[in-house]
């Protein structure tokens, strides 16, 4: 059964310190060492539960002028799932496409703005990229393929402003349909992360 934005309504309130700025991202064809590398990360020390991550990553922006950005990763499946507080590496275009060569690529982002977006490129081609909160403007080679899913999710595709908005929760079930991986609260409080620093520029 396809999971909706509902389904996920969870984060927001589990998850307060990363549901106000986040991008996960799940890619399959790379290892977290081999993402790693293809980001120019460098490798950090691993992390217990994304409540560590978070702290980390936020301590990580007072060193170096804010030059450098802690990552936290796992193997989930087929797929590496790349994490970012308060980061957006994974729906960045130009760092994007090229290190998805020969992968499946698929990312969503939130900052504290409310400004949002998804993206799923294949092997340095960007298949579709949109604001969740404002879908009905999208581009990439195959920008409508997934419209069905998208209106079932609770994309806000019609004129109607939606009573609930579920844009933020969706973009995690859109990222489940395109992987069969599932972010769960278990997955994020009990997983020891390999972690790295990517740089930001």
Same mark, same amino acid.
């Given at each position: ?119 799923? #490129? ?5 298949? =579709? ?5 404002? &879908? @009905?403007?999208?581009?990439? %080679? /195959? ?27 969706? #973009? ?5 349909? =395109? ?5 769960? &609260? @278990?997955?994020?409080?009990? %997983? /020891? ?9």
């Amino acid at each position: 059964m396809t999971k909706t934005g509902a389904d996920y309504a969870w984060f927001e309130n589990d998850f307060p310190d990363i549901a106000e700025a986040y991008c996960f991202t799940l890619v399959r064809g790379l290892s977290p060492a081999e993402l790693t590398a293809r980001l120019e990360g460098r490798p950090e020390a691993p992390l217990r539960g994304i409540d560590a991550v978070v702290d980390a990553a936020f301590a990580q922006y007072g060193l170096g002028d804010g030059e450098r950005q802690l990552v936290a990763m796992t193997t989930v499946g087929d797929r590496t799932l790349l994490i970012e507080p308060n980061g957006y590496l994974g729906v960045t275009e130009d760092r994007v496409l090229p290190a998805s060569a020969g992968a499946h690529w698929v990312s969503h982002f939130v900052n504290i703005n409310a400004v949002g977006t998804f993206l799923w #490129a294949e092997d340095r081609v960007l298949r =579709l990229c949109f604001d969740p909160m404002f &879908p @009905e403007d999208r581009w990439g %080679t /195959t920008p409508d393929a997934l419209l069905d899913v998208m209106e079932r999710m609770g994309f806000p595709l019609d004129e109607e402003t939606p009573e609930e908005d579920l844009s933020a929760p969706a #973009a995690f079930a859109l990222a489940e349909h =395109l992987t069969g991986i599932a972010v769960t &609260p @278990e997955l994020l409080r009990d %997983t /020891t992360f390999a972690c790295a620093t990517l740089r930001l520029r």
